[in-house]
């Protein structure tokens, strides 16, 4: 169910130089939210800067008797938004109001045998628990009926430089494949992450799914990416919201359809933000 | 407690409504909405034709407030009546449905068109959305908004509500000419026009370049004009802009408002309606009051 709730928070620490983790107390929302979707949050009783922001679910914190309890979220502080939540303690209060958007595909069938997840900037943040649930390692809302061993998940990251991998080691402990590529060459491939996909995926084993999220041109290159190596991709938007739950018709982005002009703006709160990469009309978008 | 208050024909079992534009078709904010207890909905404006609306960025947050330019991004007014109002009608609440005209001409269409549909209860007229490029705005000259309002009210039986803009010199002689029109109430007030730059970049932020100033900043604005109006003009007014708490609802009905639209709340705290249809009566009780209509316009002004 979604709903708005006032939570506390439990902790909000620094992962790195602008990078936070805010862990916020919402059994309700934590025992639904899947992997890809977000919440909307902002500091409680005030109203500068005004709206939520929308942050994907990073993980859900769990009960010692395993009962999901809490959301983390991890943002990169940018702006005002972020800025006030970066101020925010233990014992704060947010409103939060989710689980909103869809989720990323995780149910079994042979797209899902070898995923490989591709972020950029703080774009990593929905695949930690992307991850998790693809091996079986977490289950997150109803359980997805997976066994493990039927996915392997290999995760690329590109940054502009070292100090914005924070919290890499959160999936290095998943045991999986992880590469990191940075514009500065300050760590991994010096270059970009696409150029750095493009190597592992003609290296082989080629991936049966690409998830990707980060900014829009590094998911244009995706996306073509997948269309010349055949593999099938989804793309998690991020784009400017409001409200988060459909009602603004601010955060759309063109979606192909059967409408003279081919295209019509979708919601991207709530027909995404993930989307199949051939759904998207990218050139509406290079074009913006 | 009597909650309920008209808007001349038009009655509502309470003050609370919903602003278009920021409520979407409803549907989607059921999870976090009552829709059956709001005193009316009044869902995003359709216009003759679909529309994309305008390219993205389409917001941009300001200091409590925001700015947009959707620029009536909608599928037309055929399909809200044939996939939103079933929906909409449904929900035990009063459905205004809000339309805008390109021309003088579209607006009676339009009119006409909803007129022959069951569980539309009244209309709104956009009269002054300030984000459809090459528009005409058909509430900043009194003869020509009172024109356009004799015209709908002509074409239908419903009642009719005129939402009004705020970017004009003289809010008075607009809303007189509405109620000259034969408009049963005015929406005071759409949003003011602005807009919001990067330097760095030295460009507009919305693609737009222009937007509508929505939120808690401009809620003065919208104050003081409703008490202008409602002590200069013998209309109802619905009061609307930048309420965001049960305070600011009784604000203005004491200065006026016979009913209110929440509208840039909603996107900020999407169950703030259910919040203040709660308090309601006992901020209504705590004036000595049994009824809402009783506490309307009952500002005392200084001598």
């Given at each position: ?139 997150y809302g109803a359980p997805a009926n997976r066994q493990a061993g039927e996915t392997s998940v290999s995760f690329i990251w590109g940054v502009r430089t070292k100090s914005l991998l924070a919290g890499l080691n959160d999936f290095q402990t998943l045991g999986i494949e992880c590469h990191v590529a940075t514009d500065d060459g300050s760590a991994g ?100 | ?114 007129d022959l549909v069951a569980g539309v209860d009244a209309i709104e007229l956009n009269l002054s959305c300030p984000n459809v490029s090459g528009g005409i705005d058909f509430a900043t000259k009194p003869e020509v908004t009172e024109r356009v309002i004799r015209r709908c009210y002509e074409s239908t039986g419903k009642p009719i509500l005129a939402k ?112 203040m249809l709660d308090d309601l009566p006992t901020a209504v009780a705590s004036l000595g009051a049994s009824s809402v209509q009783e506490v309307i316009g009952t500002l005392e002004w200084p001598r």
């Open positions: 169910m979604v709903l708005q709730s006032t939570a506390t928070v439990l902790s909000n620490e620094m992962l790195g130089e602008t990078i936070f983790k805010i862990r916020v107390e919402q059994p309700a929302i934590a025992r639904e939210i899947l992997p890809g979707q977000f919440a909307m949050l902002r500091p409680h009783g005030r109203t500068d800067p005004l709206l939520g922001r929308p942050l994907a679910m990073y993980d859900v914190g769990r009960s010692d008797s395993g009962e999901p309890t809490s959301i983390d979220f991890v943002y990169l502080v940018q702006g005002n938004g972020t800025r006030a939540l970066a101020s925010l303690g233990p014992g704060d209060r947010v409103d939060l109001w989710g689980p909103l958007g869809n989720s990323f595909p995780r149910h079994p069938s042979n797209d899902l045998k070898r995923v490989l997840l591709l972020a950029g900037g703080i774009g990593q943040t929905p695949f930690l628990s992307v991850a998790k649930d693809l091996l079986g390692q977490q289950t491939h010096h270059g970009r992450v696409t150029d750095l996909a493009r190597q592992l995926i003609e290296r082989g084993p080629r991936p049966t799914a690409i998830f990707s999220c980060g900014p829009e041109p590094m998911l244009v290159a995706v996306a073509r990416l997948g269309q010349e190596c055949q593999v099938p991709t989804w793309v998690s938007l991020e784009t400017r919201m409001a409200c988060g739950y459909g009602v603004c018709f601010s955060c759309v982005c063109p979606v192909k359809d059967s409408s003279p002009a081919g295209w019509d703006y979708s919601r991207v709160c709530l027909e995404g933000p993930i989307f199949r990469s051939t759904a998207i009309e990218w050139n509406e978008i290079v074009h913006q | 407690m009597d909650l309920s208050v008209a808007l001349g024909r038009l009655s509502l079992a309470n003050p609370i409504l919903v602003a278009s534009g920021t409520f979407g078709y409803a549907k989607e904010a059921a999870p976090f909405v009552d829709l059956g207890r709001l005193g009316g909905i009044v869902p995003k404006t359709v216009t003759s034709l679909p529309r994309a609306g305008n390219r993205p960025p389409r917001i941009v947050e300001t200091a409590s407030g925001m700015l947009n330019s959707i620029g009536l991004d909608n599928d037309g007014i055929d399909h809200f009546i044939e996939h939103h109002v079933p929906y909409l009608s449904r929900q035990g609440t009063r459905l205004i449905a809000n339309v805008a005209g390109k021309t003088e001409d579209e607006f009676p269409s339009l009119v006409a068109k909803l009004l803009t705020p970017n004009v010199t003289d809010i008075l002689s607009i809303a007189d000419a509405a109620r000259q029109g034969g408009a049963d109430a005015v929406t005071l007030i759409n949003t003011l026009v602005g807009t919001a730059i990067d330097w760095r970049k030295r460009r507009p932020i919305l693609s737009n370049v222009v937007g509508g100033l929505s939120g808690p900043a401009i809620k003065p604005i919208a104050l003081r004009m409703v008490m202008m109006v409602a002590r200069k003009v013998a209309i109802p007014i619905v009061g609307v802009g930048g309420i965001s708490t049960l305070d600011d609802v009784m604000e203005f009905l004491i200065a006026g408002a016979s009913a209110v639209q929440l509208g840039t709340v909603n996107f900020f705290d999407p169950s703030s309606s259910m919040r």
